[in-house]
């Protein structure tokens, strides 16, 4: 039951990422075209980017997290003995969780000085409180989905045999079986 609801949540959240990529795209595109024939840049547009791929890429570390589809390099893992392998699979996520939850403790920390301060961006004036809130959200997010995967590696070292995911390849691993 969690596994599909966390699915589905991820699975939104990565549609919402979508479309704000599709967003920044389009707006760089307008900007490509307004150089070209107007041979003028659209005001605010490096601001818009910036901050649209930082949206996309916090609302995407949910669902890259979830289908364990982030950057790995297994080379020397999966040469571990099984049960090492695991091991350090669920250390590596739990070392992850941590990070995450700190980036956003440290953003939600940060909000209130970034408001009262009144700063904002260079050219559009867009208060960095915003950005600081909706990174803070998208890294807890990510940090409830990591501490979720962390659970189910430990879960997954001491399962019976038939169910014991220490040694499997990430994309090998059944977390409904794990959780059954």
Known sequence: MIHKTLDRFTAAVAKLSSVVLIVVALFTLVNIISRAVFNTSVSGAIEVVQYGMMICVGLIL???????????????????????????????????????????????????????????????????????????????????????LTVTWCIGLFAPPEKNVAGKKDEDVDIEAQLS
């Open 62 to 148: 949910c669902r890259t997290g979830f289908n364990k589809r982030h950057i790995a390099v297994t080379i020397l893992i999966d040469k571990f003995p099984a049960r090492l392998a695991g091991s350090f699979r669920a250390v590596t996520t739990l070392i992850t969780t941590v990070v995450f939850g700190y980036v956003s403790y440290y953003f939600f920390k940060e909000i209130g000085e970034m408001a009262e301060g009144g700063r904002v961006s260079e050219i559009l004036h867009f208060p960095y409180w915003t950005m600081y809130l909706i990174m803070a959200i998208c890294f807890l997010m990510a940090t409830v989905i990591f501490i979720y």
